[in-house]
């Protein structure tokens, strides 16, 4: 099964380097997406195709990628960083799947 | 602006049938193709459906192939998902999300809820 593991949760004091890992067998064949999901809201689009920024999104996300994981990391952690945060890749080679992760709690301390 | 507007959410008795509906506005509908993802209370995101951007083809997540289905008016700008013979474990916020090789737009969601 395709499968894209996190850890449930990561706490950082404001101002610190929060990093949120992505593990999954696939990962090193197709690109990671990363979605910021705060209460009651939509998830929203911070890292695409591993690394790239869309636009809007702050300098302080950034993403990477070393065999089968993936990292997010917020540099300079802000109150209003602290949110659900969520993996994603796809399998578009043949029958269509698209995982999500398991998903990580970012708390800001 | 780019916009995703889900509706026809709501409760529903188990083995009954619901329709959503997704409106989207500010962009060429039907250059896009388009999915629906489900997220249930205090869970994750899960991937539920996919269809092309003309309707041609069409992709489901194992559980609710031939109970669900994903189709398109491209005249009307509008996404649907017929959702048939529902069951306790569908209850989720249905989002509505826009492929640009990636889910980059998201709808606000609708709850379905089906009692156990």
């Known amino acids: 099964s395709y499968e894209l593991t996190q850890p449930p949760s990561v706490s950082v004091s404001p101002g610190q380097t929060a990093r949120i890992t992505c593990s999954g067998d696939?990962?090193?064949?197709?690109?990671a997406y990363w979605y910021q999901q705060k209460p009651g809201q939509a998830p929203v689009l911070v890292i695409y195709?591993?690394?790239e920024r869309p636009s809007g999104i702050p300098e302080r996300f950034s993403g990477s990628s070393s065999g089968t994981t993936v990292t997010l990391t917020i540099s300079g952690v802000q109150a209003e960083d602290e949110a659900d945060y969520y993996c994603?890749?796809?399998?578009?080679?043949?029958?269509?799947?698209?995982?999500f992760g398991t998903g990580t709690k970012v708390t800001v301390l | 602006q780019v916009q995703l507007v889900e509706s026809g959410g709501g409760v529903v008795q188990p083995g009954r049938s619901l329709r959503l509906s997704c409106a989207a506005s500010?962009?060429?509908?039907?250059?896009?193709?388009m999915h629906w993802v489900r997220q249930a209370p205090g869970k994750g995101l899960e991937w539920v459906a996919l269809?092309?951007?003309?309707?041609?083809?069409?992709y489901y997540i194992d559980s609710v192939k031939g109970r669900f289905t994903i189709s398109r008016d491209n005249s009307k700008n509008t996404l649907y998902l017929q959702m048939n013979s529902l069951r306790a474990e569908d209850t989720a916020v249905y989002y509505c999300?826009?492929?640009?090789?990636?889910?980059?737009?998201w709808g606000q969601g609708t709850m379905v809820t089906v009692p156990s």
């Open positions: 999300a826009r492929d640009k090789d990636v889910f980059d737009i």
């Open positions: 269809i092309w951007y003309d309707g041609s083809n069409s």
């Open positions: 500010g962009f060429t509908f039907s250059n896009y193709d």
């Open positions: 195709k591993d690394s």
């Open positions: 696939a990962l090193p064949k197709q690109y």
């Open positions: 994603q890749s796809a399998d578009t080679s043949g029958t269509y799947r698209y995982v």
